[in-house]
């Protein structure tokens, strides 16, 4: 039985390894078209911390008529700043905040690049279990 449980363990770290990929820090920076195809946000970096600002949408004029702030409800969406604070950890950009400006709320948020031109977001309340993902692919 043990020389089975090395062995499904060596298999399964084959596996992986096969299907790891490196990833370089920087390498969300740049535009990303939303799934829902209807908007782009540029990720940039300040420090070493990264933030993504809507940079086109469908609906130009929209305005940010969802933000708890009152004093904001006016201005336009794009321009947004609504990633906000992540931090490289070797695998995945964390510890950052996400705003959806389709309901005025912020919430925990971690990116992970899935492929050279595909980055999985995930936004969550307290814990990742709790939330959505959504797929960004790199703007051309």
């Known amino acids: 039985m043990k020389k089975l449980i090395a062995l499904l363990i060596i298999i399964i770290s084959f596996v992986n390894v096969g299907h790891s990929q490196a990833v370089t820090k920087d390498a969300v920076l740049g535009e990303w078209l939303a799934e829902s195809k209807d908007g782009k946000v540029l990720i940039y970096k300040q420090g070493e911390k990264y933030f993504g600002k809507i940079s086109w949408g469908k609906d130009g004029e929209r305005k940010d ?24 950890t070797g695998k ?36 990742s279990l709790l939330g959505r993902t959504t797929v960004w692919t790199r703007a051309k």
């Open 92 to 127: 995945a950009w964390e510890d950052g905040t996400i705003y959806d400006p389709n309901n005025g709320k912020t919430y925990s948020c971690t990116i992970k690049m899935k492929k050279a031109n595909e980055l999985e977001i995930r936004g969550f309340i307290g814990i």
């Open 65 to 88: 008529v969802n933000n708890p702030d009152a004093k904001l409800n006016t201005q336009p969406i794009i321009g947004s700043v609504i990633l906000k604070g992540f931090e490289f």
